[in-house]
């Protein structure tokens, strides 16, 4: 946690991933952001990975260092007060429809300086998750072997949607804060994947070629680059990008013969060149493959870093996450109270500022459980008028454990 955006409220109605990272971003740097749910949660409130209990480990992480306030958004008063959080406070993150009682539209005739940010799956309105995005784009008739298409499980579009989002919602905030304009930035996942493809040259690549490229299995397009299995049984990722890591890497196997008889075959230098390396890796790999097969992985893994080569074994999540230096010794980690009960390292900012304190991270709420505070702070509502809205089953709240 870092108090860089201390004086930014935030509203946010969202739900899954996409949406609801781009509040947790802006909550991590300091904003205060609060989300509003269906009463009970809303449709992501329960989404796997659960305890026993049925908490869901998923919506406690990504709705860390917020505030919750619970609407039933199926009765007009709730839906009126939702409009009027949103309004008040002038910032609004969301994956509700366009032409919802969420429209910018109806929102900026009482705000005319409101900036929304909407996350949505195809520009036009049409629902879409990331898998059926990342399936649309073409990458996993890329992944894997082929020629069946091989889904990832991680949610990159969603990610970097988010991610883009929170950094939208700031660029939009700096514009009205010169111009006095407000207004809405739509988000769709399809353009963040088809334009990041355009950032990465590929649909150029594509187009120029009139082609995919071939299945490359765990081999690096463009680069030396695959998985090797050492003497030891241990699978292990080795990745050159450099004239120097390719030099360090052929002398650390003791392979400087075999590269420079298939150098001088082919008549090509493999010294400064990635292509090559590349193109050539039919004759390369079978050299590396005996090579690093010959050698225990400790082995290597001690010449490798004396040489400055880019590797790293194949290992489980779970082992991952009992690398001191990746979670128990990283600042980015801290603990904190959890709704679930479940004590475990909890992510606080990715970005560090050695120049700054960093702060705990915070816990998740409950549902609701800051709904009678929020409601007198950006509406003015009396104690009064929020006890009738509790009775009446439009404002929900939290009875903490």
Known sequence: MYDLLGNLTIIEASSFVASPSAGLYCAQMGAEVIRVDQIGGGPDFRRWPVTAQNDSLYWENLNRAKKSVALDLGKPEGRELLQALVCATGQFITNFPAGGFLAHEALAQRRSDLVTVRVMGWADGSPALDYTINNAVGYPMMTGAGPDPVNHVLPAWDLLSGAYSAFALLAAIQRRSATGQ???????????????????????????????????????????????????????????????????????????????????????????????????????????????????????????????????????????VRDPALVRDNPVFGHSSNPSGFDYPAAGAFATMPQQLRGAPRPAPYNGQHSEEVLAKQLGLSSGEIGRLIDAGVVGTATLT
């Open 182 to 320: 407000g207004g809405e930035v739509r988000v769709p996942l399809s353009d963040v994947a088809i334009g990041t493809l355009a950032n990465l040259g590929s649909v150029a690549e594509v187009l120029y070629a009139g082609a995919c490229r071939p299945n490359l299995g765990n081999a690096v397009y463009g680069l030396f680059g695959r998985d090797f299995v050492t003497a030891d049984g241990q699978r292990t990722m080795v990745v050159v990008v450099t004239p120097r890591q390719w030099s360090n890497l052929v002398a650390a196997l003791g392979i400087s013969d075999a590269v420079a008889r298939i150098e001088a075959e082919r008549g090509v230098s493999f010294a400064k060149d990635d292509g090559l390396r590349f193109t050539h890796r039919d004759a390369l790999f079978p050299i590396f493959e005996a090579a690093i097969a010959a050698r225990s992985h400790a082995d290597l893994a001690t010449a490798f870093d004396a040489g400055g080569i880019v590797h790293s074994p194949y290992r489980t999540m779970l082992e991952a």
